[in-house]
């Protein structure tokens, strides 16, 4: 190994060291109580040290988005290239999918959605704000086409398929930050997971082609259990 591979290994090494440090500290204090200072001391590094990877607080807690961005292209591309699936089942994936990218790693995932909606985007180089971007963009890509199958294949109405991704992203997230309030005055409970399916089977419901929900009750009547959208 040369010099240079080895110097730039260590770097990263000491990257990660700082944002797991970051994590905890985020985590514990928010993001307004934390400092750079409180970081360093974490990672037992020295404040300068921590500058010479991030130029300030706000470019350190961008930078854990990236990870969880990451694991959400993956598990999408998982189930867009998943072979043997209709659109209905490809919405089961989906749904399994998100929920699978909050347990992955709740706190980054909440980071996220907090990141979409602050000013901190604004503060952020040029390169991370790109990287963001750019992983924001093929995942929305990504929900995209599986309703666009969705609606090709005949199973939802004429709608605009990217501006259902966006809905559905849109509906996602604010189910997360909402329960994770709800987790402040119960925190044993786990609301997510029922609140989601049940989100998630009104808005498919809202989205399906009339026929399809006829069919839908007429082989679930009243008083029994859907547990998905059902296969054509």
């Known amino acids: 190994m040369g010099i240079q591979e080895r110097k730039e290994r260590e770097r990263e090494r000491r990257r990660q060291q700082i944002i797991v440090a970051a994590k905890r500290v985020f985590s514990e204090k ?3 109580r934390a ?6 001391q974490e990672a037992e590094l020295s ?4 500058y010479l990877y991030f130029k300030n607080k706000d470019e350190l807690y961008a930078s854990l988005s990236l ?3 990451q694991y959400l292209n993956i598990r999408l591309n998982h189930v867009i290239k998943e072979e043997g699936l209709d659109p209905a089942e490809q919405m089961k994936a989906l749904r399994e999918a998100i929920y699978d990218v ?3 790693d709740p706190p980054i995932l909440i980071n996220l959605f907090h990141l979409q909606s602050s000013e901190t985007l604004k503060n952020l180089s040029p390169d991370l704000f790109k ?3 750019n992983l924001s963009r093929r995942s929305l890509e990504g929900i995209t086409a599986l309703f666009r199958n969705g609606i090709e294949g005949g199973l939802f109405g004429a709608f605009n398929p990217k501006m259902l991704a966006e809905l559905f992203w849109s509906m996602f997230s604010g189910m997360v930050l909402w329960e994770e309030n ?18 998630f089977d009104i808005f498919l419901m809202g989205i399906r082609r009339p026929e399809k929900n006829a069919a839908l009750s007429a ?3 009243a008083g029994s259990t859907v547990d998905t959208v059902p296969s054509d």
């Not at 404040?47 to 921590?50: A, E, N, R, S, V």
């Not at 925190?187 to 997510?192: H, K, R």
């Open 30 to 32: 928010g993001f307004n």
């Open 35 to 40: 400092t750079m200072e409180d970081i360093a």
């Open 47 to 50: 404040p300068g040290t921590l």
């Open 67 to 69: 990870r969880i961005l």
């Open 102 to 104: 909050y347990q992955f």
């Open 131 to 133: 990287d963001i971007q």
């Open 182 to 199: 709800k987790r402040i005055f119960e925190e044993n409970n786990d609301f997510l997971k029922n609140t989601l399916d049940i989100a």
């Open 219 to 221: 082989d679930h009547p």
